[in-house]
């Protein structure tokens, strides 16, 4: 059974850090796209960041470039988002998940497998 967990979201201060951690089990996601999404409440779902296997190819949205930092380690199938410099409106539901095509991509749609999600709230 293919289980994505995330976990660290909390309550910060505007300009804090925040690290959060997703746990990937039940197939080896080594050559799995991953990627962090968010969704803040009454909006759309939207791309944060994405990294490919190897971590040769990494995308972020704009929004987060310069402050957000993706990183995976293969070996614990797990897959990391730091988050810098966090402002008001990174206030979100983030959704780690993985994409089984090996495509970098930033589209949800594409996205085979995700997580319950976890709660960030920046007060400013």
């Known amino acids: 059974q293919v289980q994505l967990v995330e976990s660290g979201g909390g309550l910060v201060q505007a300009g804090d850090s925040l690290r959060l951690s997703c746990a990937l089990s039940?197939?080896?996601?080594?050559?799995?796209?991953l990627g962090w999404f968010r969704q803040a409440s009454g909006t759309e779902r939207e791309f944060v960041a994405a990294?490919?296997?190897?971590?040769?190819?990494?995308y972020y949205a704009d929004s987060v470039k310069g402050r957000f930092i993706i990183s995976r380690d293969n070996t614990k199938n797990t897959v990391d988002l730091q988050m810098n410099s966090l402002k008001a409106e990174d206030t979100a539901v983030y959704y780690c998940a993985a994409e089984s095509n090996g495509m970098t991509v930033t589209a949800a749609r594409w996205y085979d497998y995700w997580g319950q999600g976890t709660q960030v709230t920046v007060s400013s």
């Open positions: 990294i490919n296997w190897s971590g040769s190819s990494i």
């Open positions: 039940g197939r080896t996601f080594s050559t799995y796209v």
